[in-house]
């Protein structure tokens, strides 16, 4: 099986601007989330989708949203990019079966350098 | 919401040492515990994972344990080969849907 596949691999912004990120998960997987991994923070968690809803929201504002489609892929936007945006992107994907917790399986991540 | 302090930050060891890296959470409604390595540009990958119903789990030199009373679980492991440098991370699933909270990771250094 082909894993989580994450488009593209880097990109450079410059404040103000916006950008989406792509994310195909897993054949099979319908949960799709998205976590923002920097140096000082760790993995903090963005949402999560599954079946073409959103979830869970992780504390970041409004400028980070979402959407996921009906073949499970999903996009992330960022919208009025900070600096502080910058930072690796990550995407996962889970079977997500009978209501139990199952674990992730994260893409390659995109890298976002806001200058 | 959930809190995840992971211990320690660093951890260097001699080739064929043990690693021992320790998790608390704060929400004891989370149900599933997993924990990722993560190598230097590489994406985190899964290495085991244990449930609230087990006490223990053992997957060749690797194992976790969780204490539930007190929630916190740790990775252990045994005979430390250099390839198993890397940041490890643990996770404790939110009581509401597939949500993780992670630690901060520990970076581990195995000394040949």
């Known amino acids: 099986k082909a894993g989580v596949t994450q488009t593209p691999r880097y990109l450079i912004k410059t404040r103000g601007q916006q950008v989406t990120l792509s994310c195909s998960p897993i054949s099979g997987h319908r949960s799709v989330s998205w976590y923002q991994q920097t140096p000082g923070q760790g993995l903090q968690f963005l949402f999560e989708y599954f079946s073409e809803t959103q979830r869970n929201k992780g504390n970041f504002p409004g400028r980070f949203s979402g959407r996921q489609f009906s073949n499970s892929r999903s996009e992330m936007n960022v919208s009025t990019l900070e600096l502080g945006d910058s930072a690796l992107y990550l995407c996962a994907s889970s079977l997500q079966a009978g209501g139990y917790n199952s674990p992730l399986h994260f893409g390659n991540g995109t890298r976002l350098t806001v200058t | 919401g959930e809190n995840v302090e992971q211990h320690p930050s660093t951890l260097s060891v001699q080739e064929g040492d043990s690693a021992v890296i320790k998790c608390t959470y704060s929400?004891?409604?989370?149900?599933?515990f997993p924990w990722y390595k993560q190598e230097l540009g590489k994406r985190p990958q899964l290495i085991i994972d244990?449930?609230?119903?087990?006490g223990e789990k053992k997957d060749q030199r690797i194992a976790v344990t969780l204490n539930k009373t007190a929630k916190h679980f740790s990775l252990h492991i045994t005979e430390t080969q250099p390839e198993d440098s890397a940041v490890y991370f643990c996770?404790?699933?939110?009581?509401?849907?597939?949500?993780?909270?992670f630690g901060t990771g520990t970076s581990l250094t195995v000394i040949p």
């Open positions: 996770a404790a699933s939110s009581s509401t849907g597939n949500q993780f909270y």
């Open positions: 244990i449930r609230s119903n087990v």
């Open positions: 929400d004891s409604a989370s149900n599933y």
